[in-house]
């Protein structure tokens, strides 16, 4: 359940405005732009409070397409005064939410993201009921298919708690975060396993304490064109905190934008993840790139950098092109080789709220093994 922080829930409660039944005529007062009368949501999302239906469409190559409903609640928004808060965070969202692919995923549950004292402290919290069906890869090992994988399966229930802390009227944030997931684990029947693997079938918990320095500049939350991002994570895992496995995670991501005319902007994305201890061989990093299916190539430590140019051919529309490159280090446990991958593609996007930033499109993108289509709302990254 792949800003931003707390980003997620927001583009999951504006689902809807892309839908096909929002082109269908049935369309709400003030969905159109006073300035060139093309369709735009930006005032129906400024005055939106109350209940909300959300289609959610999956297109994760890694599970396959899906669908899904979320009914999600704007709270009423808080008017700030801009001279003392020159910033404006996004609205309360409550959102309840489930969905299934084709590979027989399927996950429910809720969530809340709460801003509190005038967008200095946002909160957000899920509990979600999850089963998933996936694919471990381990490179370079002659007793493994490696095209193939080892298919599994997760079914358990996930818990994560949220806040951050805004310094002053900066841009810099200080967070801390909890994940819990209790779950039963299976792999698929007849699969061979390599011996360093566990049991076919075993029961978890996995539980980690986490911290971050967040600092953000950008122009939107939602689909920036200016501005820098950067975030450090540390989490713990360890059995302090509930969980049946003790490892390290750090996490490092840096995005810049740069803004080219009016409508065009190039984006950079720079991520590292690396891990240590005992990891559970489904919580390894692994190369996040469109193009290659999550969980595709995995590392002790990943490293990806990826550059998009987001061409504005009007002041609605714009094409986008993308590509990247990702490197994976061994996994020692596993006598897997390390990977280096590349990926890439292009798209369009329609300016689906002028006010707000925010576009909307489709991404078509080629990796080593395969062509994906992904629907895009916002940002195709996250950190």
Same mark, same amino acid.
């Given at each position: ?6 980003? %997620? ?8 405005? +892309?839908?096909?039944? %929002? ?19 930006? =005032? ?5 409070? *109350? ?49 299934? #692919?084709?590979?027989? !995923? ?50 358990? #229930? ?6 951050? &802390? ?5 841009? +810099? +944030? ?6 819990? #997931? ?27 304490? *986490? ?6 500049? !950008?122009?939107?939350?939602? #689909? ?7 975030? &450090? ?7 302090? +905190? ?22 065009? %902007? ?11 201890? =005992?990891?559970?061989? &489904? ?44 490197? !994976? ?55």
């Amino acid at each position: 359940m792949k800003p931003k922080q707390n980003r %997620s829930l927001i583009v999951l409660a504006i689902f809807c405005l +892309w839908s096909p039944l %929002s082109w269908s005529g049935w369309l709400p007062e003030g969905l159109f732009d006073e300035q060139d009368g093309q369709f735009d949501a930006s =005032d129906y999302l400024a005055s939106a409070k *109350g209940f909300l239906p959300v289609p959610i469409i999956i297109t994760e190559p890694a599970v396959g397409f899906g669908l899904g409903l979320a009914v999600a609640y704007f709270h009423a928004p808080k008017e700030l005064d801009t001279e003392v808060h020159p910033h404006k965070g996004p609205p309360s969202i409550s959102v309840g939410f489930g969905a299934k #692919t084709e590979n027989g !995923t399927y996950f429910y549950g809720g969530g809340h993201l709460g801003v509190w004292k005038d967008d200095h402290i946002r909160y957000t919290g899920a509990l979600a009921k999850m089963n998933i069906n996936l694919t471990f890869y381990v490179n370079g090992r002659d007793d493994v298919v490696q095209d193939q994988g080892i298919d599994f399966n997760i079914d358990g #229930t996930l818990l994560f708690q949220q806040g951050q &802390f805004r310094l002053k009227e900066s841009d +810099w +944030w200080l967070g801390v975060n909890y994940v819990y #997931t209790t779950a039963d684990n299976t792999f698929g029947l007849g699969e061979i396993l390599p011996p360093d693997l566990p049991d076919p079938q075993f029961s978890f918990d996995l539980a980690g304490l *986490g911290t971050f320095v967040l600092y953000d500049s !950008t122009n939107t939350i939602f #689909t920036p064109s200016s501005g820098m991002a950067a975030k &450090f994570a540390f989490r713990n895992f360890a059995n302090t +905190w509930g969980s049946d496995f003790d490892f390290d995670n750090y996490t490092g991501s840096l995005f810049h934008y740069t803004p080219f005319g009016d409508y065009s %902007s190039l984006g950079l994305r720079f991520v590292g993840q690396t891990v240590s201890g =005992d990891v559970p061989y &489904f919580s390894y990093p692994f190369v996040s790139l469109r193009g290659i299916p999550a969980m595709r190539y995995q590392g002790e430590s990943a490293l990806v950098a990826e550059a998009e140019y987001l061409w504005g051919i009007t002041p609605r529309w714009s094409l986008v092109f993308f590509g990247g490159v990702g490197k !994976t280090t061994t996994i020692k446990k596993f006598s897997s080789e390390g990977q280096t991958v590349g990926a890439g593609g292009l798209g369009f996007r329609y300016r689906l709220a002028r006010k707000f930033g925010l576009q909307a499109g489709v991404d078509v993108a080629r990796g080593p093994e395969d062509t994906s289509i992904y629907l895009t709302v916002g940002s195709a990254w996250s950190l």
